[in-house]
């Protein structure tokens, strides 16, 4: 049975940072890539990144950019998302999610999913 479960959220001042991880069970990740989503509380899904099965390409939002890092560990199989610069308005349940082959923008695309982890930003 594939799992996907997120860790690393919390509580954060604005600025602060935070570094999220999907750990992956069931499932060799080094053939799937990799995507971070997230959603705030009356609004709609949006991606936020996304890195290859290699991790040799990744793909930022714009909101995101400059200030978050994607990256993975397949001997661990592992991926991380380095947040920093954190800022009230990423506040949001941070999904990772699934898939074959290459990053794409649309979720229905992908296949697994983890619980979410909930990210707080604020003074």
């Known amino acids: 049975q594939v799992q996907l479960v997120e860790s690393g959220g919390g509580l954060v001042k604005p600025g602060g940072s935070l570094r999220l991880s999907c750990a992956a069970s069931?499932?060799?990740?080094?053939?799937?890539?990799i995507a971070w989503f997230r959603q705030a509380p009356g609004k709609e899904r949006e991606g936020v990144s996304c890195?290859?099965?290699?991790?040799?390409?990744?793909h930022y939002a714009d909101s995101a950019k400059g200030r978050i890092t994607m990256s993975r560990d397949n001997a661990g199989n592992t991926v991380y998302l380095q947040m920093n610069s954190l800022k009230p308005e990423d506040s949001a349940v941070y999904y990772c999610?699934?898939?074959?082959?290459?990053?794409?923008?649309?979720?229905?695309?992908?296949?697994?999913w983890g619980q979410g982890t909930q990210v707080t930003v604020s003074s």
């Open positions: 999610a699934s898939r074959p082959r290459g990053c794409v923008r649309g979720e229905s695309d992908y296949n697994y």
């Open positions: 890195i290859d099965r290699s991790g040799a390409s990744t």
């Open positions: 069931g499932v060799a990740l080094d053939y799937y890539a």
